[in-house]
Each structure stands twice: as C-alpha cells, then as structure tokens.
C-alpha cells in the first residue's frame, strides 16, 4: 500500500486523483492540473491479491481523511482503484487510456479478461460522472488485424447498455522538450520500437508486437532495428543480428535515440493513445503502426499502416519506407511533428480537463 502525500498547488481548489501505479503520463497529467488545483495523490499499489481488501481499505481511509464527497476525483484507468471514488466523491471523473477497455483472453491481457478486475472497471464505469477516453476508440471499436484479438473491443463491448457521458481528451505532449535537433546525425536505416518490459516470454513481448518485429526484421536485412526500454536486454537470444536491444534510459537518452532513427515502428495488439509513439513523432521520427486503436489516426498523413499482422506485409512496408527520397523524408519528418504539436499538445489537453472540472458536468 501506498499513498502519495505530496499536493501540488497549495492554497487552490482541491482536486483528488487516483491511480493504480505511477507512470510519466500520469506525473505529467498531476504536473498539469496543478496549475490550477491542489492535486492530492493516491496510489493503489499493486500487489498479491490477498492484499487487495486491505489496499482498498487504505483507499477507504485516504478518501474519508480527504473529504472526498466535497471534491472532485480523477481516475486515471477504470478499476479496483476506481470503485470507492465513484461512491465516494462529489464527482468522479475517469480516464479511460488502454488496459480498461480491452479484452485478449489469449495473452491474459486486458481488464475484462479478468473476472473481478473486469467487473470492477465495468462498476466503476457505469458510476463515474464522465469518462475522459484518451481516444474514441476506447468507447467501442472493431478489430481484424490479428486473430487473436477479440473482434469487438472498447469499454461498450464490455458494459453493454452503458450510458456514461464521455468526453474525448487526448493526451498532451510537451513539444519543447520532444524536438527535432539538426545537429544529431539521423541514420537512414534505422527503426525504433519502445516495448518496455518486454521479454522473450512475457505477454508484452506479443501485445507490443516484438515478436512481429523480430520476424519482420529477419526479413529487411537492409535495414536495422532497436528495441528500447527493455529490464533485461540480454533476455533476447538468437535474435536477427539486425536487432539491438536496450534497457530502460532517461528521457533526454530516449529524445537522443529518436532524433538518431528515420522511423519509429509500432505494432501492438492493443493500445490507447501511445505516448512513445507521439513523442518519437515529435522528434521528427516517421511511424509505421498497426492498425490499431488510435494509431492509424495519429500517424495519418506521415507514417504507414499495417493492415495485418503478417510478416511479409510488414516487410515490405519497412521497404517502402526504406525507398523514400531524402526529400519525402523531410516532408514526412516534418509532418510527424506537426501532426502532434497541432492536435495533441499539453496545454491543450490541460485546457479541456480544466473546462470539463469547472462545467459541473
């Protein structure tokens, strides 16, 4: 159990926010809100099962402690998290970002492909005064880009029936900080994929599409690829011998290998709105993505998408990639970044969450 005790923005409107476990996305969205309120954090520690009850009686405390019903609440994700704020808080708001609204019973990913998770986020859903999806999709879409995958996903094919208000609201990227840098040299041949922790052996190996990306690989030898972020790089045995793997790296390195690569590949089974990909955009990388979600949106107009998860596919798009001219280059470097400063920057997200508090609704 844990609880973050550190409340920004002393002296305004107190604002409540809720999480499962920290992340960047999450500290910037606090960082954010914080102009405007005193944003007191609460995180909801994964950890044995056994320990849920006792976790959430914790929560229970901190939003008695807090006043909860004389506020609002954000979530960030439906779920066990968000059960007692829905109950609790004067509001309660939910950000519905990816894991919430998806279903793949073949890789145990997904909040719905647990019963009791899946109930919860489901409760939660249904309870909350609005829910803030990072991208429509969330809501309710169809898939057929891999066979695995559920055809029908988002948080309506879940909680049939569902007449929760919902808002769209995009996540918001700082385009200072993810830029373009003419000075770096930016290899002609080079594709980065972020994959976390993925290893070999885990579901994200499958759900961020490493496992594609190894087998597309072995079949662009012209070309070389770098997976980033990984715990434990020298988990990948016998991969192609055009694959470099990466551990985790700070935010300035991370900026530095995107302004090194031409493009930015990512194809996962199931996303919300990726933050990696946005923020390779930035730095003038261009993406090829799965058809997936939010992605071929966001890519829209600058990067190629995979329609199927089908090696040779995905090869020959790495190709087509690989073919473009240095000018054709440039035009679509340019327009990944631009793509995002328009339509997704941090003060506009900011903006929208600070209307949709204020508006009572």
């Known amino acids: 159990m844990s609880e973050q005790r550190l409340a920004i923005g002393r ?42 009850p006792f976790r ?46 998806a279903s793949i019973p073949a890789i145990g990913y997904g909040n ?47 909680a049939r029936g569902m007449n929760t208000p919902w808002s769209e ?38 759900l961020k599409g490493v496992d594609l990306l190894l087998q597309i690989a072995e079949r662009t030898p012209g070309a070389r690829f770098q997976v980033v972020g990984l715990a434990d790089p020298d988990a990948y045995k016998g991969a192609p011998a055009n694959v470099r793997f990466t551990g985790r790296v ?7 290998i995107y302004r090194s690569a031409s493009f930015y590949v990512q194809l996962s089974l199931s996303e919300g709105m990726p933050n990696a990909l946005c923020e390779a955009m930035l730095c003038g990388s261009i993406p090829l993505v799965s058809n997936v979600a939010s992605m071929p949106s966001i890519v829209e107009g ?10 040779l596919l995905g090869a020959a798009l790495c190709g087509l990639l690989l073919a473009l001219s240095a000018e054709d280059r440039s035009i679509r470097s340019a327009n990944a970044r631009s793509r995002i400063v328009t339509d997704f920057h941090q ?3 900011a903006n929208t969450l600070f209307a949709l508090l204020a508006t009572g609704d």
């Open 112 to 158: 719905n492909a647990r019963r009791m998770l899946g109930w919860a986020t489901r409760f939660s859903a249904r309870r909350a005064t609005r829910l803030l999806p990072v991208h429509a999709s969330l809501m309710k879409r169809t898939t057929d880009y891999a066979d695995i995958v559920p055809r029908e996903q988002g948080i309506l094919a879940f």
């Open 56 to 101: 959430l009686l914790h929560q229970f405390a901190w939003l008695i402690r807090h006043k909860a019903w004389r506020h609002s609440t954000i979530c960030h994700f439906s779920g066990y998290h968000a059960v007692l704020p829905t109950l609790l808080s004067h509001r309660c708001f939910i950000i519905l970002a990816g894991s919430d609204c």
């Open 11 to 52: 002296g305004r409107p107190t604002l409540l926010y809720c999480f499962p476990k920290r992340s960047t996305f999450i500290d910037r969205d606090i960082s954010l809100l914080g102009q405007r309120y005193r944003v007191v954090q609460h995180e909801l520690v994964t950890g044995p099962s056994w320990q849920l």
């Open 302 to 311: 600058c990067g190629l998408v995979l329609t199927e998860r089908e090696p």
């Open 347 to 349: 003060e506009r997200r």
């Open 169 to 206: 609201v995009p996540y918001g990227f700082d385009d200072r900080f993810w830029s373009t840098d003419t000075s770096t040299f930016r290899a002609a041949d080079l594709f980065v994929c972020v994959a976390g922790p993925a290893t070999p052996h885990n579901r994200v190996h499958q």
């Open 250 to 256: 700070s935010p300035e390195q991370l900026r530095d």
